[in-house]
């Protein structure tokens, strides 16, 4: 229902989008495998950058195991000319399939709408979606005196929706002001977990030069969840949340290029309970990515790459480590119709 209403949303604020003058569609998709060494934290955090959802819910129990993971994809772009500019509606969906531990198999979706309101100045909207998202095994105890805690799966839905704003400032260099609201909507029996956060942030792309381009963005977030009906659980899971990342595109060849990516993530949380783990704690993330990119044909390109990340509560005595390796094969279709 919640989702609907987003929905709506989105769709009205571009109802007062001028007479469409000519309009063409794209199709695509890209197949990744990867391999990594921790189901739990890969789920959660295979998204975190600055274009994708840097902020995931909290894996309280890490080191689920190794396995392989199959990442279908495809997406289908309709764009059209109206008299302030380039209008596109885009859908993509995909998934993660997992090998050996299905239970981490989920799907994810995103709707786009972008108008661009100048040559310089376009107005984007994105809806994502991610349903009966697996966290892991979690314990759920009812009070601080029950001699046996229970153990239960922990699923949620996943609903965000952003809006960019993104200018042009020069031939070479494009500024991004970002907006967000989202919501965490777990099931029985953690429903009392539900999560709303609100995000700002500013992107900054740079092509430095004909060989470099450079992506750097900052993001501040508020999560909130329901004091009231956290409190017989002595678990809270409210934050405020820094994110910051860097992105560093270089092109070796014409048809190679490389990306080295870094992300920084902090958290502190809000819990006011002096009972619960999370009351006074804090996170680091960091997490360090290369990927090579080449060039098939028009269409067709390999890509292959490495991710190590390190996620540390100031409440744990060791870290917790994902690394994965990551294959991935991506095509693209395109046509186009004309409408008078």
Known sequence: MQGNV?????????LFIPMIVQAEWHGGGDFSVYYTDDVGLFSVTRKLSLE????QPIVDEPGQGADAVYDPNVYIKWLTQNELGEFELAFDAGGYIFQNHSVYSHGFFQLTLAQELSADTRIKLLYDFVPSLYIGKKSLSHDSH???????????????????????LLDNLALRALVRYGMRDYDAPFAYRNTQFFTVGSHIEWQINHYVELLAGYHFERGYTDHAKSAQYHDDIGYINHFASAELKIHLLPDLQMMLIFDYEHNDFTSPFAQDIHHNGEENVFQGEIELVYELTEHTSLKGGWQRGARKFNYETQNAFDTFLTEQL????????LIN
């Open 6 to 14: 987003m929905l709506r949303q989105m769709w009205a604020i571009f």
């Open 52 to 55: 994708e959802d840097p902020t």
């Open 146 to 168: 029950e001699e046996f805690e229970q153990e239960a799966d922990e699923r949620l839905d996943n609903h965000i929706l952003s809006m960019n704003l993104e200018h042009k």
């Open 330 to 337: 991506v095509w693209l279709s395109n046509n186009s119709v």
